[in-house]
Protein backbone atom coordinates (compact mmCIF):
# COMPACT_ATOMS: atom_id res chain seq x y z
CA UNK A 1 0.00 0.00 0.00
CA UNK A 2 1.27 3.61 -0.62
CA UNK A 3 2.04 5.96 2.54
CA UNK A 4 -0.69 8.49 0.52
CA UNK A 5 -3.63 6.48 1.02
CA UNK A 6 -2.97 6.33 4.96
CA UNK A 7 -4.37 9.63 5.03
CA UNK A 8 -7.76 8.38 4.19
CA UNK A 9 -7.92 6.28 7.45
CA UNK A 10 -9.44 6.50 10.64
CA UNK A 11 -6.57 6.34 12.78
CA UNK A 12 -5.59 4.88 16.78
CA UNK A 13 -2.58 7.10 17.95
CA UNK A 14 -0.73 7.04 20.96
CA UNK A 15 -1.68 10.01 23.43
CA UNK A 16 -0.11 13.63 22.42
CA UNK A 17 3.39 14.22 23.67
CA UNK A 18 4.01 10.41 24.65
CA UNK A 19 7.67 9.19 23.22
CA UNK A 20 6.16 7.10 20.62
CA UNK A 21 3.80 9.65 19.53
CA UNK A 22 5.88 12.15 18.92
CA UNK A 23 8.03 9.36 16.48
CA UNK A 24 4.87 8.97 14.80
CA UNK A 25 4.27 12.33 14.11
CA UNK A 26 6.91 13.08 12.74
CA UNK A 27 7.29 9.78 10.70
CA UNK A 28 4.03 11.02 9.27
CA UNK A 29 4.36 14.37 8.66
CA UNK A 30 7.93 13.71 6.88
CA UNK A 31 5.50 11.54 4.67
CA UNK A 32 2.92 14.36 4.49
CA UNK A 33 0.50 12.45 6.10
CA UNK A 34 -2.15 13.84 8.22
CA UNK A 35 -4.13 11.58 10.15
CA UNK A 36 -7.73 11.83 11.32
CA UNK A 37 -7.29 10.31 15.02
CA UNK A 38 -10.29 8.74 16.33
CA UNK A 39 -8.91 7.38 19.42
CA UNK A 40 -5.54 7.60 21.75
CA UNK A 41 -4.03 4.52 23.05
CA UNK A 42 -0.14 3.62 24.21
CA UNK A 43 -1.48 -0.20 25.03
CA UNK A 44 -0.74 -2.02 21.60
CA UNK A 45 -2.80 -5.02 22.49
CA UNK A 46 -5.34 -2.33 23.04
CA UNK A 47 -5.04 -0.85 19.78
CA UNK A 48 -5.21 -4.24 18.02
CA UNK A 49 -8.25 -4.90 19.66
CA UNK A 50 -9.66 -1.67 18.60
CA UNK A 51 -8.77 -2.21 14.82
CA UNK A 52 -9.59 -5.47 14.71
CA UNK A 53 -13.43 -4.31 15.97
CA UNK A 54 -12.57 -1.75 13.18
CA UNK A 55 -12.73 1.60 14.77
CA UNK A 56 -9.40 2.92 12.78
CA UNK A 57 -5.42 1.85 11.67
CA UNK A 58 -2.69 1.80 14.32
CA UNK A 59 1.18 1.52 13.87
CA UNK A 60 2.46 -0.95 16.18
CA UNK A 61 5.36 -3.08 16.54
CA UNK A 62 5.75 -6.44 14.92
CA UNK A 63 6.13 -8.60 18.46
CA UNK A 64 2.68 -7.14 19.43
CA UNK A 65 1.23 -8.71 16.02
CA UNK A 66 2.64 -12.38 16.90
CA UNK A 67 -1.03 -12.73 19.37
CA UNK A 68 -3.15 -10.16 17.05
CA UNK A 69 -6.73 -10.97 17.43
CA UNK A 70 -8.58 -12.16 14.23
CA UNK A 71 -9.85 -9.25 11.86
CA UNK A 72 -6.75 -7.63 11.85
CA UNK A 73 -5.11 -6.97 8.50
CA UNK A 74 -1.36 -6.40 7.83
CA UNK A 75 -0.24 -3.76 5.48
CA UNK A 76 3.37 -3.44 4.20
CA UNK A 77 3.80 0.21 3.27
CA UNK A 78 7.58 1.04 3.18
CA UNK A 79 7.53 4.31 3.26
CA UNK A 80 6.75 4.55 7.40
CA UNK A 81 8.76 1.54 8.79
CA UNK A 82 10.27 1.91 11.72
CA UNK A 83 12.78 0.55 13.80
CA UNK A 84 14.55 0.73 17.42
CA UNK A 85 17.74 -0.54 18.72
CA UNK A 86 18.52 -1.72 21.45
CA UNK A 87 22.19 -1.23 23.71
CA UNK A 88 23.61 -2.30 26.49
CA UNK A 89 26.41 -0.58 28.43
CA UNK A 90 28.66 -3.25 30.27
CA UNK A 91 30.78 -1.80 32.96
CA UNK A 92 33.72 -4.47 33.25
CA UNK A 93 34.16 -3.88 36.68
CA UNK A 94 30.20 -4.68 37.66
CA UNK A 95 30.25 -7.84 34.98
CA UNK A 96 29.51 -10.88 36.36
CA UNK A 97 28.01 -14.50 35.25
CA UNK A 98 24.28 -13.14 35.88
CA UNK A 99 24.79 -9.90 33.84
CA UNK A 100 26.51 -11.85 31.13
CA UNK A 101 23.23 -14.37 31.08
CA UNK A 102 20.97 -11.96 30.48
CA UNK A 103 23.06 -10.04 28.20
CA UNK A 104 23.37 -13.66 26.46
CA UNK A 105 19.65 -14.10 27.07
CA UNK A 106 18.78 -10.75 25.53
CA UNK A 107 20.78 -11.38 22.28
CA UNK A 108 19.08 -14.30 21.94
CA UNK A 109 15.26 -12.57 22.50
CA UNK A 110 16.32 -10.50 20.41
CA UNK A 111 17.11 -12.60 17.33
CA UNK A 112 14.34 -14.38 17.50
CA UNK A 113 12.14 -11.38 18.02
CA UNK A 114 11.58 -11.03 13.91
CA UNK A 115 11.48 -12.62 10.32
CA UNK A 116 14.66 -10.55 10.01
CA UNK A 117 16.07 -11.92 12.96
CA UNK A 118 19.99 -12.77 13.12
CA UNK A 119 21.85 -14.95 15.09
CA UNK A 120 22.62 -14.29 18.62
CA UNK A 121 26.29 -14.75 18.14
CA UNK A 122 25.97 -12.30 15.08
CA UNK A 123 23.68 -9.72 17.52
CA UNK A 124 26.12 -9.26 19.95
CA UNK A 125 29.04 -9.21 17.74
CA UNK A 126 27.61 -6.23 16.32
CA UNK A 127 25.61 -4.85 18.94
CA UNK A 128 27.37 -5.52 21.91
CA UNK A 129 30.74 -5.98 20.68
CA UNK A 130 31.25 -2.65 19.19
CA UNK A 131 30.56 -1.04 22.27
CA UNK A 132 32.39 1.21 24.66
CA UNK A 133 33.33 -0.72 27.49
CA UNK A 134 34.13 1.17 30.71
Avoid at 19 to 45: G, K, Q, T, Y
Avoid at 47 to 71: C, I, K
Avoid at 98 to 103: A, K, S
Avoid at 108 to 123: K, L, N, R, V
Amino acid sequence: MAADHLSELPWIMHHPGSPDAVVIERLFASCNLHPRVVAHSDDFHASLEMAAAGLGAALVPELALRNRPAGVVVLDVPEIRLARNVFALLINEKKTARVQLFVDLLAETMAAAGPQAISPECWKARHLGSMLKV
